[in-house]
């Protein structure tokens, strides 16, 4: 790798050289892992300039197996900089799959290394490396950063779209441009000689007014006007064996290797295989393969127009859409040249280009609910036979998937499946012949696959959808806890699409960018009867919408304020990029956050849990957390992740109760709302509003899922509660019920603790259950369900929030765990103290003050029963003194 130079070097630092003991090329066959060795090339190396301090790389000194002793050039200085890095360490699992103890991906506080400073007179200086304090790995996960350290390049601000070189991003999303402004156009005109069998010798030009200037003439035979093109068409290009396809566009974005002459080629992406043959028995949202030589090309052109490939060969677009596979290759100038271009390409692979039918047969699609007759809003996916996406006349053909690049009503499943939502009618092109339809609302209703022939008498389709779980009727409330950039009204339609209940939209700030704020009034909840109602075709009040704040810090955490009343809690952002503008100091922590939030009758969440993992424990060790979330973002194969749960358990473990709820983070076309949801129980009798949404999930009566749907007791009491026993302990007795209309069910168990006590194979779309479990100390209990797709591996489609156990003289408390929520939080604190941009003097002792709180209450804690450990207490920090 070139040497880093990251602007200019300060003349107050200079660079030391290390006589190293081993060199970079020397590096990958050392004994490192595998995927360091792959990344060595990368490495800087000569001379470098790092947050404006200049270092010298040669050779590098591998510290491992023995010590290593490096001479350097006798130096008097305050402050020495390491530049370095860390191999990758590896997490370990335990049986049922969980990690412990969990330090994180960066394993956060081990002791790395011992960096000593060896003086002249023979004394030494000796100080301790820790990971994601003083050093970090070579590749990190997402909110993995250090603590007290940086990464090599320093932040740097970046232009607006509209002031770079390229087309700026308002016109670039419309993916057509006129071409009609120019600093000189010339305008074409086609003339239909009315005389065309009478030879034309001469044409002559009388001026009346002003001045022309006549730049050129063609002539030539076609059956129709030859500046019109027709709409839209589709082909299959089918490549030779052996020949890739790269899209290599020209400098306006036109693909150069398929081109038309009169018409122009809008799109060439890869051909969807679906199974349509068992398209009825195949399952939602099921992705498409793609084929390795079939190409979907939408193009428009004039009847008469030619493709003209890289190799070559012309062929006529007549002959094309006439099914034709003997092509011309036809050459519209001297016989001589067309003669030399045919010997040319005999030799070449040909290709072949097959039209796909038209979509010309413009039909109202109805989706209804079966019992009520009501139309209900929907996802919807069409397709035809070639396996070309059929999008209604409102919605987008190519969906983009780019973040922060769209806000319409669609979603692309990994680019590879594409859908739409509509407000239970809408109006499609469709080709005569078969279509295939894909239409869900949800976890409870039954999705359906279907076949449905067009003919030319077609011009309504009405579908119909079943419930089948009746989760809703008894007091289930579905919710995605983070969606982004959607406008209310269309977050509104996907979620009534999806099933989802509840839309927590959540304004935020991007270093300069600013989303959704306008949408915060600190009062409304969209689709509330007691606003109206307003929303989809199902507005009385089912689907509804919030708009709330994810406050964000790119090392301390993110954290979600939902439901609040009054002014938006600002800032939303501190302490730097990403998450807030270049300079900004760190004036706020999470629970500071969380407790305005609550002031202001919200609720708190943690986002996409547990990263960035950091001071987020802080805030649910001093209760200021109502619920930690699950997060899918574009994922609906995956599952809960086990390594989220096994953060989580953590804290459930020392005894804090913090639901569970999930949410998709959604930012783009490519997520889902709902993909993982949330589901909140509301008595009956109670009425459906956003604040007894935001109650049930207080009371943590709550479970995540990703299809399943569960119910779950202990001695008869909810998820969420507590239960109280002697100090004799007891049996407690575990009810359960499980069901599934989406992901199919594979097993159902009981977790205690964090280990599984029970599991039974269930391989039905319904089924239930009950164990009598022994309970001899303080526990929590919680329903876990794995499921799978035919074709997919198994995954954690669903977990319910816990059922405390409290034994009288028993306290629920891991020690082990313990000790890395502690080390999280002194985490927190060292960046506070080191390399974190400060406020004001005042802000900072204020934020340290309410991290020490935290740590003091559990250090203390664990003292009070017996456990000590050898960790320096955060009160003796050098600055304290």
Known sequence: MKPITDGPKSPRLTPVELAGNISFDDLPDSGISEQMAHAVEHAPRGDCICWGIPFTVGKAVKVADVPVTVAVAPTRARWWVFMHTSDVRLLEKNIDGFIFPMRGAGQLNELAAHYVLIYADGTEARVEIRRRHHVGAFQRGWGENCFQAVAQHKPYPTRAHHEQIQREWGQSQTRAQSADWDLW????????????????????????????????????????????????????LTLPEGVAFEPDLDDDGRLNQLQLDMGQVISTLPRPLYPNTDWAKSYNNQLSAFSEYDLLIEYTSHPDAHFHLANGHIISVRQVEAGSENYELRITHHASRKQSQVAQNSHLPTHNLKPIPPATQRITLKVIDRVSRHPVAVKLHVHGEAGEYLAPVDRHRIINAAWFEDYSADFTHNGQHSCTYIPGETVINLPLGNVYVEISKGFEIRPVRKVIEITADTDTIVIELEKVLPWRERGWVTADTHVHFLSPMTAMLEGAGEGVNVVNLLASQWGELMTNVGDFDGKNTWGAKETGGIGTCESDGEYLVRVGTENRQHILGHISLLGYRGPIIAPMTTGGPDESALGDPIEILLTEWARQ?????????????????????????????????????????????PYSLSDWYRYLNCGYLVAAVGGTDKMWAGVAVGTVRTYAHIAPETPFTYNAWMDAVRRAETFVTYGPLLEFSVDGQPMGSRIAMTHTGGTVDVVWQAASVTVPMSRVELVVNGEIRESVVVDAAQAGGSWSVKVEKSSWLALLIRGHYEDKTEIIAAHSSPVMVDVEGSQLLAAADAVTILEQIEGALAYLDTVGTRAEDRAYKRMRLVLESAHRSLHNRMHRMGYYHDHTPVEDHPEHH
């Open 185 to 236: 156009t010339n305008w074409l005109w086609a003339l239909e000689n009315p005389c065309p069998d009478k030879t034309v010798v001469a044409v002559r030009f009388e001026p009346v007014s002003g001045v022309l200037v006549v730049s050129g003439l063609a002539v030539g035979d076609v059956t129709e006007q030859p500046l019109r093109w027709r709409s839209r068409r589709k082909a299959i």
């Open 597 to 641: 939030c609550k002031k202001q009758g919200g609720l708190v969440v943690l986002p996409h849990f547990p990263n960035p993992r950091a001071e987020h424990a802080a805030s649910i060790i001093s209760g200021d957390i109502d619920a930690l979330e699950m997060t899918s973002w574009s994922d609906l194969y995956s599952g809960i992740n």
